[in-house]
């Protein structure tokens, strides 16, 4: 019986960290391109320039989102807060580009 | 989720670390060797070495586009390409080169030629060899691996790189004070402390050449902003930020190019008498050919080449760019300048190979920490734990044991031979793979040391093999001011002498094994 409980102890663990890097790779990169591309329709500069920095800085929130779903101790706050931010950007880009 | 916020950031460090380290270790190798691209292309062509002996009175530039026109008019009249590289600080001789017709459906291929700017522009021989290139194409294109793939693996490597280097500096709490932290022969204690020290001292470079590298490739890794921005289209984003990439389409029909005089004025009123890095005619002999010729960037922290493209008949100004970067163009092209580490003199050249030192340092020290670690914790290693050490010693042994057999094989196998470049590069990579075998056996300190001493013979080996080869020895190159092939012989013997000292100290450290076992058990 313990043997069976330490088990699932380990795999809810297990699940955990696989879906917390799941998130982090896969969402952290839909997070951070979506800022990247509503950064494009905001900022003040000429087109060019406009993706030029917004894409420049995309590393950066990726690295930010990374950390950030790390960071945050429950699972289930930080996925609501990716859907969540991920829905609004989304909505933002079909909103003011015609890509998509 | 580990309970505190600087445990899960250890963790994640640690993790995250280990997941990518062989790849990084590799990555940062081979991208050290590319801050020697132009140097290693020319050592590993001892055809070229003459023209490394200072000219008397050099060709200029102009003379030599001259040249370069007049012998490609001449050699390769139906081609559809010339490429035109004047000689430059790094590489004092001029390159010609044409793409060749090949068949249609086949992929069409480069021919280079290469001349001594001396008086009569001897033309220099070549061997098939990759060189420098090799590294550099390994940094980012990996081999044997699809380009595409091979660079969604390096990113995705570098961004674990860059999360590293971020919980890394979380979970660090005294970094100026581990700045003059180091204390020898404490084990454990010693690899964290070696570990630190690298980090630290280069955190700007480590920082600096993750981010940036990532940016190299930031097209393909974050193409949303850009197709958000275009409304999808990609090709009109880089028409925006280069408008002299145009393609124009071929008149079929024969017209005489401008003469090469006439064209070279156009560009020096527009830029002054400025070094040119290249120039590239397009189409040559048809009506509308054109010529686009990059100017050096030199010193700048610039890396795009402002660029002028020229009617090949008429002379007329089609396009031109980079000359002035707005500032949020700088704000990106800088991060690429400052990677690839172009605008680097002699100095600031060996202080980059100096951060990338550092860096391996930091990723070895990272490795061996793991494993030592775990070794503590669980006396008898298991299969994860034997993996790792396997890895590390294939990648810290066999790394430099691939690189340094490439350059044997290089100077050994026949310069007639079939496809002989990637003879070369098939030889490091067995090479690699054999230490990686060797070190599947086993990973004791014997296996270490073995390892160590084959580096020494193959690194101090190399110098003499290669006098004996170019009857160029390095006393000779000295003379004769060829400061390239002397300093390559005395990174050779200096590797060399790196790997004696870790084989003299590793065999201290395994005569002390036995102590330090115990030391161990009375540490847990």
Redesign the interface.
């Known amino acids: 019986m313990s043997t069976l409980l330490n088990l699932s102890f380990l795999d809810l663990y297990r699940w955990q960290v696989i879906a917390r890097f799941v998130l982090a790779i896969f969402g952290g990169y839909f997070l951070s391109a979506a800022t990247s591309s509503v950064l494009t329709l905001i900022l003040p500069f000429s087109a060019v320039d406009a993706v030029l920095v917004a894409t420049t800085l995309s590393i950066a929130f990726y690295s930010l989102f990374f950390i950030m779903t790390f960071a945050v101790k429950s699972l289930s706050k930080i996925a609501t807060c990716y859907v969540i931010l991920g829905l609004f950007l989304s909505h933002f880009i079909v909103q003011y580009s015609e890509w998509l | 989720?580990k309970g505190s916020?600087f445990r899960?950031?250890t963790w994640?460090h640690t993790w995250v670390g280990l997941l990518t380290i062989w790849l990084l270790i590799l990555i940062f190798f081979a991208g050290m060797m590319s801050f020697f691209r132009s140097e290693i292309n020319l050592w590993t062509q001892p055809g070229l070495h003459k023209a490394l002996i200072a000219q008397q009175d050099a060709k200029t530039q102009n003379e030599q586009i001259d040249f370069a026109v007049q012998y490609l008019k001449k050699n390769a009249p139906s081609s559809t390409s010339w490429w035109i590289l004047p000689s430059n600080d790094r590489q004092p001789l001029l390159e010609v080169a044409y793409q060749e017709q090949n068949e249609p459906g086949k992929r069409s291929s480069f021919v280079s030629q290469y001349f001594a700017i001396d008086e009569y522009f001897t033309p220099l021989t070549t061997i098939d060899s990759k060189g420098g290139d090799f590294f550099y194409r390994l940094h980012f294109d990996l081999h044997y691996l699809s380009p595409i793939t091979a660079r969604w693996l390096v990113c995705f490597a570098s961004?674990f790189m860059?999360?590293a280097l971020?919980?890394g500096i979380?979970i660090h709490k005294r970094i100026f004070k581990d700045l003059f932290t180091w204390r020898s022969g404490k084990g454990l204690r010693t690899w964290l402390d070696s570990h630190n020290v690298s980090s630290v001292i280069a955190l700007p470079f480590h920082l600096m050449i993750t981010?940036t590298g990532?940016?190299t490739l930031?097209?393909m890794?974050?193409p949303?902003?850009?197709?958000?921005?275009?409304?999808?289209d990609f090709g009109a984003?880089f028409k925006?930020?280069d408008n002299t990439r145009m393609s124009i389409d071929v008149a079929h029909q024969h017209s005489d190019m401008l003469a090469t005089k006439q064209w070279l004025e156009q560009v020096y009123t527009n830029w002054g008498e400025v070094p040119l890095k290249r120039i590239i005619i397009d189409h040559p002999g048809d009506a509308n050919a054109t010529i686009k010729v990059f100017a050096s960037t030199g010193q700048r922290i610039q890396d795009s080449e402002p660029t002028i493209l020229l009617n090949a008949r008429t002379g007329e100004q089609l396009a031109r760019s980079n000359e002035s970067l707005?500032i949020?163009?700088t704000?990106?092209?800088s991060?690429t300048a400052l990677h690839t580490g172009r605008l680097a003199k002699p100095m600031l050249r060996w202080l980059y190979c100096l951060g990338g030192l550092l860096g391996l340092a930091m990723l070895i020290t990272g490795a061996i920490l793991w494993v030592n670690r775990r070794l503590n914790i669980h006396e008898k290693a298991h299969f994860g734990c034997q993996l790792v050490k396997s890895l590390n010693l294939a990648a810290i042994m066999g790394l430099p044991l691939a690189t340094v057999s490439f350059f044997w094989a290089n100077r050994l196998l026949p310069t007639q031979m079939q496809g002989r470049a990637e003879q070369e590069i098939a030889v490091f990579f067995f090479v690699w793979l054999s230490t990686l075998l060797f070190a599947s056996i086993s990973q004791n300190i014997l296996q270490w040391q073995r390892l160590a001493w084959l580096n020494v013979v193959a690194w101090a080996g190399l110098p003499v093999l290669s006098a004996l080869i170019t009857k160029n020895p390095t006393h000779l190159a000295l003379l004769n001011g060829q400061t390239i092939l002397w300093a390559f012989d005395f990174v050779f013997l200096l590797s060399a002498l790196f790997f004696a000292t870790v084989a003299v100290k590793l065999h201290s450290r395994s005569n002390r094994v036995t102590v330090s076992k115990i030391e161990i058990q009375t540490w847990k």
């Not at chain 2, 949303?224 to 999808?232: E, I, R």
């Open positions: 989720m916020f899960t950031m994640l961004l860059l999360i971020i919980s979380i981010y990532l940016v930031i097209f890794l974050f949303s902003p850009a197709l958000t921005k275009f409304n999808g984003f925006a930020l707005s949020p163009h704000f990106y092209d991060m």
